[in-house]
């Protein structure tokens, strides 16, 4: 009898406790492991069963569940949360950016409190539903909570990585036993690798430019377990989740998969996007930081904006071949020649036809919102006064989510890296000297009036590719193939090259916050090991997860700056409305009718990309008549390709046939912004 309530007593405690640890604030426990977020996201649908439910997507290659929050007002029966108009919130599809699954936990408390309140958020989940998804990669998050930590970004699908038909059998070994895989250097005749002669601590290769000499080779921490002369290259799992998605995928690299979509996360993340028609903005907590970054993939669909008409289309079309044409322009040419059997002749089939590949840019209708967008964030962070390395911003990638969810899926989407390490405060600039953001605000004339010397001083101080000349960049800017903001833009997203010649090394600042902030853990000094097989040799290195996972304090700030940047940006959500009718009598029973739509919202009611990909939804409007209405001039059903923002109002009218009195209904709908209906008087 004793033993049973003893039994009871800590069944009780061990609720009290789990229920307190719950309930406090997410970021007060970090990090959550995938375990962890599925049990809170399933403690937050039985505490709010009036605005949460949880959905089951699917399951990882390791066997995670893959779960995702439905938030919306559960006590307004209709219409249904999956035909209200939705945003996706998505994170963690790297795996190793914990910290953007922190983000979108916190972004779900936040709601959660606001919902309570009259303002807003409560206002918008009424007629909105929110699908966040906090952890899309549970299997690359797992290794940060395991004993020993790798970092990596694949899915844990077994892989025969080198191709011996062994699989997963050459991964990394933790041979100096202190719980982290780093980095060994050997030194060997071949090696193409020194220490940094400002920090020695850091390597960089040799330049036999100038007369350097490689002395190390490096290796990832292990030895060679299958025999076959190569050192850990088959680490257990497999696919890089984050780059497996259909847009510009990479089919190169072996880690993105072998197909797009070939992987259980993937196919059930897009699986769902597929099923949920009514998700018209995607954020995503990710490793791209697309306001920054412009939301541009590595590739430019055509340098300047302009390209050649290959010869054998050139000569068919009256055109020059060694002429440069914009795509809109070659678009007007071929319009004016009626070719293309009836088929409206756009930007993205001209470079179908040309071999352009994918769109890889913002379509030029959408880019000003964007530039908007990240003005606003700009502006944001410095009254935060959060100090955003913005050179380091990385844009979309080969692959992403990101890019999916814009250029084919065509919705508004906006992606954060959350926090970057900051880089140590360097001296002004004298004010005569360039600065990227000096450029930006630069006409072409005052660019070119600059000099060759000048330019090229700023461009070796970016760290431009020796080939990326000063005279090059002189001669585009000329030609007006270039101006001077999009260099600008081009050069924060150049990566910097390794120090040579007195140059700082780019990682020094990783070095130094690793000093300041970590006191030292970030960096393990390099330390002799006899290896088995490469003999002597040092282990050291950064240490696993140092840009990713920070100590939550040094993020706390950041975190809550992105959480209510998106928030806010909620406001800025396409809103369909009937905003006026008017009804003129022409006869006897004869109605002219005026309907004006209009969209309350900052965002269009879709991209342009959108309707490039023929992706987005266009607006329905039908006449819902009675068996004694007839329509005398104009279709029943007609369709609104889009409407652009902050009220803007397209008319369509009719003439109808009818009984004075009697009344119609009119109803306007598209999957993204919902249904709204009117009912009409004749009269």
Do not use: C
Not at 248 to 258: C, L
Not at 372 to 398: C, D
Not at 487 to 513: C, F, V
Not at 549 to 566: G, I, L, Q, R, Y
């Amino acid at each position: 009898m004793h033993q049973k309530i003893r039994f009871y007593t800590l069944s009780i405690f061990l609720v009290l406790v789990l229920a307190s640890w719950l309930s406090a604030g997410v970021l007060d426990k970090a990090y959550h492991s995938p375990p962890e977020v599925n049990r809170q996201l399933k403690a937050w649908a039985n505490q709010f069963p009036q605005l949460i439910k949880v959905i089951s997507i699917g399951r990882s290659s390791g066997g995670h569940d893959l779960l995702l929050l439905e938030i919306t007002n559960r006590k307004i029966k209709y219409p249904p949360p999956a035909e209200r108009p939705a945003v996706f919130v998505g994170a963690n599809l790297e795996g190793n950016y914990l910290l953007t699954t922190e983000s979108a936990l916190v972004l779900i408390e936040k709601i959660l409190a606001q919902s309570k309140k009259d303002g807003f958020i409560s206002q918008f989940l009424k007629n909105h539903t929110i699908y966040v998804a906090p952890l899309l990669n549970p299997d690359a998050a797992q290794r940060y909570f395991d004993d020993l930590k790798v970092e990596s970004m694949t899915n844990a699908r077994p892989v025969d990585d080198d191709l011996d038909d062994l699989v997963d059998e050459d991964g990394p070994d933790d041979l100096n036993k202190d719980g982290m895989i780093t980095q060994m250097r050997v030194k060997d005749p071949e090696g193409t690798w020194i220490p940094d002669p400002q920090e020695p601590r850091l390597m960089r290769r040799a330049d036999p430019k100038k007369g350097e000499k490689g002395i190390y080779k490096l290796y990832l921490e292990g030895i060679d377990n299958d025999g076959d002369g190569q050192y850990n290259e088959d680490p257990p799992g497999g696919i890089v989740v984050s780059q497996n998605f259909p847009h510009d995928f990479d089919y190169q690299k072996k880690q993105n998969g072998p197909w797009p979509v070939s992987e259980k996360e993937t196919i059930a993340l897009l699986d769902f996007l597929a099923k949920h028609k009514n998700i018209g903005l995607v954020l995503n907590f990710s490793s791209e930081n697309t306001i920054l970054n412009m939301q541009q993939t590595g590739r430019a669909q055509a340098a300047g904006g302009k390209v050649r008409v290959p010869r054998r289309y050139a000569s068919f079309l009256g055109l020059d071949p060694e002429q440069e044409y914009t795509l809109q322009e070659l678009v007007s040419i071929l319009r004016s020649m009626n070719i293309g059997g009836g088929m409206e002749i756009d930007e993205s089939m001209v470079a179908m036809m040309l071999g352009l590949g994918p769109a890889m840019d913002l379509d030029r209708q959408d880019r000003p919102y964007l530039e908007k967008i990240q003005e606003e964030y700009k502006e944001a962070l410095k009254k935060a006064n959060l100090k955003y390395p913005e050179k380091r911003a990385q844009g979309v990638k080969k692959g992403s989510f990101t890019a999916y969810s814009y250029f084919q899926y065509g919705v508004p989407v906006l992606a954060v890296d959350v926090w970057q390490i900051p880089e140590p405060e360097k001296k002004e600039k004298k004010e005569e000297e360039i600065t990227a953001d000096k450029l930006k605000t630069m006409t072409s004339e005052e660019f070119l009036a600059l000099g060759e010397e000048k330019i090229a001083a700023f461009l070796k101080a970016q760290g431009a590719p020796p080939n990326f000349k000063a005279s090059t960049v002189m001669e585009m800017v000329k030609s007006g193939r270039i101006t001077p903001k999009r260099m600008a833009e081009m050069m924060a997203r150049m990566p910097r090259r390794s120090s040579q010649n007195g140059e700082e090394h780019p990682d020094t600042y990783l070095i130094k916050w690793s000093d300041d902030k970590l006191q030292g853990k970030g960096f393990i000094n390099w330390q002799p090991f006899k290896h088995p097989t490469l003999g002597e040799v040092e282990i050291g290195g950064f240490v696993p997860f140092l840009k990713t996972v920070p100590p939550v304090k040094e993020a706390a700030a950041a975190v809550d700056f992105h959480t209510n940047f998106f928030l806010d940006f909620l406001q800025k959500f396409p809103t369909l409305e009937i905003a006026d009718i008017k009804v003129t009598p022409l006869a006897k029973q004869l109605f002219k009718l005026e309907i004006f739509l209009t969209n309350k919202g900052w965002l269009p009611t879709s991209t342009a990309q959108g309707r490039r990909a023929r992706t987005a939804w266009p607006i329905r409007v039908e006449l819902k008549l009675t068996p004694n209405q007839k329509v005398f001039s104009g279709r029943k059903v007609t369709t609104v390709a889009y409407l652009e923002g902050s009220g803007a109002i397209k008319k369509v009218e009719w003439v109808v046939a009818g009984k004075k009195g009697s009344q119609l209904e009119i109803v306007a709908w598209t999957p993204r912004l919902g249904k709204v209906t009117k009912k009409i008087t004749l009269q």
